[in-house]
């Protein structure tokens, strides 16, 4: 395959997943799961990607800062929330060979920014340790268990990618 098309499938590749995560996010948001203390947003499940392809990784990015505006999360929220993604994007991508640690990067990228962000950001009254396991929380569902559960579903999947 020429440099150019696998450059073209790349940006395809990561302009899909970004959409995905966007509409994942919006069906969270309608169930009430997408933002606040306590979030189950379904689009970290996709956090696993980068194990399958480095497309995930600009993908994931993009698709939570579109996600985040489209929700109306404040700006500081659209650029540190999808610093943690980035983040934890990244660090899937580095344990790529490991998938059963893959899923942790964006645990405690999002445990850790998310609840600043909250404090900081929308002035919720909890305390940072409160807000870093009831976001951890969410993001072991959402990562762990979803993220897991996708990966054992797409590695059967031949060149997916």
Known sequence: MKKDSLNVKTLCVGGAIAALYVVLTLVAQAFGLASGAIQVRLSEALTILPCFTVAAVPGLTVGCVLANLITGCAAWDVVFGSLATLIGAVGTLLLKKKPLLAW????????????????????????????????????????????????KGLEKVPNLF
């Open 104 to 151: 942790i990067p964006p645990v405690l990228s999002n445990a850790i920014i998310v609840p600043i962000v909250l404090q900081q950001v929308y002035g919720v009254p909890d305390s940072f340790w409160y807000l870093m396991l009831t976001v951890g929380a969410g993001e072991v569902i959402a990562c762990g268990v979803l993220g897991l559960a996708l990966y």
